[in-house]
C-alpha cells in the first residue's frame, strides 16, 4: 500500500438531513459546518423529497466543504406531487446525478475518490443499493412479509411514492444495482481500503434494533452481506434508520449517520454532535 499523504481534514458524514421540515433546515444552515477548509463530507441520503430542496441543500453543504459525496436515500427517490419535477425511477436519479455533477458533488455514478488525509489513502465508494424485501421476518415469503405488514399498519411511504421505472418493482432495480456496483468494487486497487457509504444498512443485523421489525424488508439486501469484508471496508457509513451509533461487524465499523425528524432527535438529543467523524479513525468506537 502506498504511503498515506497527510494532510489537514477530516472525512465526516451525516444522512437523513429531511430538510422539508423547518427545523432541519435551520440545522443545516446553522450548525453543520466544517472545523477546517480540508474537511469532506459524506452526505448517506434522504436530504429531501422534492428536486429544489435537495440542489439547495447540497449546493450549500458544497459551498462549505472540500469535497462533497452524496448517495440516494429513498425519499429522493419519491415523486410527491408537490414536486415540479415529476420524473420517476432510474430517470429521477439520473436528473439527481446531472443537478450534483454541475455543484460539484460526487455521485455513484462518479470515479470512486481516494481520501489522503488521516487514515487514509482510502476509497470513498457511494453506493446506490436499494432493497430486494430480503430483510423480511425469518419463514415469511415476500408475499406474507408484505401482507403482515399492511395488517400492521407498518409499510413504507415508498410503495406509493417510489416508483422504480423502467424495473418492474424495487427488488429488480437492486439487483441490477448489486451486479453493477459489485464490478466496480471487484476493479479497485486491491492495496487500497474502503469506506462503503449507501443509505441502506449493508447488513440485517443493523435492522434488529428496529422498533417495527415489518420495517426491515425496506432497509437492504443480503446481497451486500459480507461486502465490508470482500471490499476491504475500514469503515461503513449509512442512514435510514434514523438511529445514529456505532455498531461493529468483523472488526469493521459501522456508523449510522442520521440526523432525522424533529420528534426524533427531540427525544435523544446529538451526544456525539451533528457530523460523525468516519475518519481518521476514533481511538475507540461503542
Known amino acids: 500500500m502506498s504511503e498515506s499523504i497527510e494532510q489537514p481534514g477530516r472525512l465526516l458524514a451525516v444522512s437523513d ?21 480540508e ?13 429544489d430542496q435537495i440542489e439547495w441543500a447540497l449546493g450549500l453543504l ?3 466543504f472540500a469535497q462533497v459525496i452524496w ?7 419519491w415523486t410527491p406531487q408537490g414536486d415540479e419535477v415529476q420524473l420517476r425511477g432510474e430517470a429521477r436519479y439520473r436528473h439527481l446525478v446531472e443537478i450534483c455533477r ?39 415469503s415476500r ?51 474502503t469506506v462503503l457509504v449507501n443509505h441502506f444498512p449493508l447488513v440485517r443485523e443493523d435492522t434488529a434494533i428496529l422498533r417495527y421489525p415489518q420495517f426491515a424488508q425496506w432497509c437492504g439486501t443480503e446481497r451486500t452481506a459480507d461486502w465490508h469484508r470482500r471490499f476491504r471496508a475500514a469503515a461503513v457509513v449509512y442512514g435510514h434508520l ?3 451509533r456505532t455498531t461493529v461487524h468483523d472488526g469493521v465499523r459501522f456508523e449510522e449517520v442520521s440526523i432525522g425528524y424533529p420528534r426524533e432527535y427531540g427525544r435523544r438529543g446529538f451526544p456525539r ?12 468506537t461503542g
Open 17 to 37: 438531513l429531511h430538510v422539508h421540515h423547518a427545523e432541519n433546515r435551520r440545522i443545516l444552515a446553522e450548525e453543520l459546518l466544517p472545523q477546517s477548509p
Open 143 to 193: 408475499e406474507a412479509a408484505m401482507e403482515q405488514a399492511y395488517e400492521s399498519g407498518v409499510v413504507c411511504t415508498d410503495e406509493f411514492l417510489l416508483h422504480p421505472e423502467p424495473y418492474p418493482d424495487a427488488a429488480a432495480w437492486c439487483e441490477a444495482r448489486v451486479s453493477w456496483t459489485e464490478q466496480r468494487l471487484a476493479a479497485l486497487d486491491p492495496a487500497l481500503p
Open 242 to 244: 434514523h438511529i445514529p
Open 39 to 51: 474537511d469532506w463530507l459524506i452526505v448517506a441520503g434522504d436530504v429531501s423529497e422534492t428536486v
Open 102 to 140: 454541475r455543484l460539484g458533488v460526487l455521485t455513484p455514478e462518479d470515479p470512486y475518490a481516494v481520501w489522503r488525509g488521516a487514515g487514509g489513502p482510502v476509497v470513498i465508494a457511494p453506493l446506490f443499493v436499494l432493497y430486494d424485501y430480503s430483510f423480511r421476518l425469518p419463514g415469511l
Open 71 to 77: 448517495v440516494p436515500g429513498n425519499h429522493e427517490l
Open 273 to 284: 454532535g451533528l457530523l460523525r467523524e468516519v475518519l481518521p479513525p476514533a481511538a475507540a
Open 62 to 64: 458544497r459551498d462549505r
